[in-house]
């Protein structure tokens, strides 16, 4: 499956409470389409709501946690069958880091970063496959990172995380093209947000949530396997993938990624 795809008018957002969700929920939110917005704090996911119907979209929102797996696939699975979801954005998700004391990563932390980032995720993704399978159509949009590219040692857990999100979207991408769904992996840069303020290190070409949300949208239209931006992080990003790995690691102790 591939080519333009008809404007997507069911579009469910995890993560609709942080930066890039809001935005997206904005980019999309206009008469003649319904948002599926999902988050944790239900006070933010109503403000989000209420401009989206502001806008003339017709809004219905769901809180819960990713890490309440069988629950949240309950309720894809119930707002899958009920409404004709075009789109699911799998955007929610978080970050940790080392510390600036370099002390590591608690366990604690590591065990709920990857059971929202990875499990929660492909749990909700899964769930939503059998409806827009069913009717053949629907896209699915991963929300990975170019810290799925190369591992930086400030960031292991989460970018392990983001490299199985990229990776589990290459092979949906294959899998359902028979069934006319389109799967796209979305790695942006660095976009201002809670969580890229707290990551330490150099944030260079970082960008507005509202800017990506629209880049996000446009692309997503062409349904292309990977959406990676801004172009000149995305370069290099790609190229200490496919570098000799020395060379990558004295790449980025000089860029102080280092840890
Ligand atoms: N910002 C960046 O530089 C950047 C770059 C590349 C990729 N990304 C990815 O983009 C996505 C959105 O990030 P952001 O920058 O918008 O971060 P953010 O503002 O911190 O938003 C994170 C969102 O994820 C939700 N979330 C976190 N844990 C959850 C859980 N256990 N259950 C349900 N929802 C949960 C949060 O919900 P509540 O707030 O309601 O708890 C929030 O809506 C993430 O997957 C991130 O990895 C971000």
């Not at 997503?220 to 020395?246: K, Y």
Request: hydrophobic residues 45%; proline residues 6%.
């Amino acid at each position: 499956m591939s080519g333009v795809l008809p404007a997507p008018r069911c579009i469910l957002i995890t993560g609709a409470t942080g930066a890039i969700g809001a935005a997206l929920a904005e980019e999309y939110a206009q008469t003649g389409t319904t948002l599926i917005l999902h988050g944790r704090r239900a006070e933010r996911l109503e403000e989000i709501a209420r401009a989206a119907r502001a806008a003339g979209a017709r809004v219905l929102t769901h809180c819960g946690d990713l890490r309440e797996a069988a629950a949240l696939r309950r309720w894809v699975a119930e707002v899958s069958a009920a409404e004709p979801v075009d789109l699911f954005i799998a955007n929610a998700g978080v970050n940790i880091n080392i510390g600036g004391d370099r002390a590591g990563e608690r366990w604690e932390e590591t065990e709920a970063l990857l059971d929202t980032n990875i499990k929660g995720t492909i749990a909700g993704v899964d769930a939503a496959l059998p409806a827009m399978r069913a009717r053949r159509s629907g896209q699915i949009a991963l929300m990975s990172s170019l810290a799925a590219y190369y591992g930086l040692p400030i960031t292991p857990s989460y970018c392990a995380s983001k490299a199985a999100l990229r990776v589990y979207g290459e092979a949906l991408r294959g899998w359902l093209r028979e069934d006319g769904i389109g799967v796209s992996v979305v790695m942006p840069g660095y976009i201002e947000s809670e969580m890229c303020r707290s990551m330490p290190g150099p944030k260079p070409f970082l960008m507005t949530p509202d800017r990506a949300a629209r880049i996000i949208r446009r692309r997503l239209a062409a349904n292309p396997a990977r959406i990676s931006f801004p172009a000149p992080l995305s370069w290099a990003c790609w190229w200490l993938a496919v570098m000799p790995p020395g060379l990558a690691e004295w790449i980025l102790r000089r860029l102080n990624y280092g840890g």
